[in-house]
T-cell receptor, first 112, second 112 residues
């Protein structure tokens, strides 16, 4: 299995609090992605990174920010969590444009 | 038109049956395609890659039709363990940056 870990794996937080999810890889892959998965919507891209300090928005980026200060870590921050951000969050990595991506085990976030 | 579209199913088939899923994509510049399998409450995992006209791996066959912009996944001799959601993935070859776009997935239930 690809060396990719997400932390925490589960989190319950209150509305309005900041939350940071971490994705750590040991594969030295260039691309890293954050997705959320909700029933009826499949996997939707939040943000992605194509290198250190190089990030771009996905289709559902509102309310989220990311940072990538080193190759192995990609952080997703919810500045002020809302109930609509209750979801399962997956991080993924890939080595190039046309190769497969590998996923972390996911983080279940509940905002109450 | 959505970037990647799949029939959500569910497809309910008996063990031993042959079943096929289709996935249509909108970006004619896409060069590679992937089928992922996702079990309930787990991360997606790569099932097959498609870089040219098709790919075959045991009971699984993926075919690409560039003219009509769709890829298909054929599963022969279905097993109970094939029950899962199958995700079609199309990379967007956007220069130096890239992102993966997922279909919403097709759910397969194989029954006795």
């Amino acid at each position: 299995d690809a060396g990719i870990t997400q932390s925490p794996r589960h989190k319950v937080t209150e509305t309005g609090t900041p939350v940071t999810l971490r994705c750590h890889q040991t594969e030295n892959h260039r691309y890293m992605y954050w997705y959320r998965q909700d029933p009826g919507h499949g996997l939707r891209l939040i943000h992605y990174s194509y290198g250190v300090k190089d990030t771009d928005k996905g289709e559902v980026s509102d309310g989220y920010s990311v940072s990538r200060s080193k190759t192995e870590d990609f952080l997703l921050t919810l500045e002020s969590a809302t109930s609509s951000q209750t979801s399962v969050y997956f991080c993924a990595i890939s080595n190039s444009v046309n190769t497969e991506a590998f996923f972390g085990q996911g983080t279940r976030l509940t905002v109450v | 038109r959505k970037e990647v579209e799949q029939d959500p199913g569910p497809f309910n088939v008996p063990e031993g049956a042959t079943v096929a899923f289709n996935c249509t994509y909108s970006n004619s510049a896409s060069q590679s395609f992937f089928w992922y399998r996702q079990d309930c409450r787990k991360e997606p995992k790569l099932l097959m890659s498609v870089y040219s006209s098709g790919n075959e791996d045991g009971r699984f066959t993926a075919q690409l039709n560039r003219a009509s912009q769709y890829i298909s996944l054929l599963i022969r001799d279905s097993k109970l363990s094939d029950s899962a959601t199958y995700l079609c993935v199309v990379p967007d070859p956007g220069g130096t940056a890239s992102k993966l776009t997922f279909g919403t997935g097709t759910r397969l239930q194989v029954t006795l």
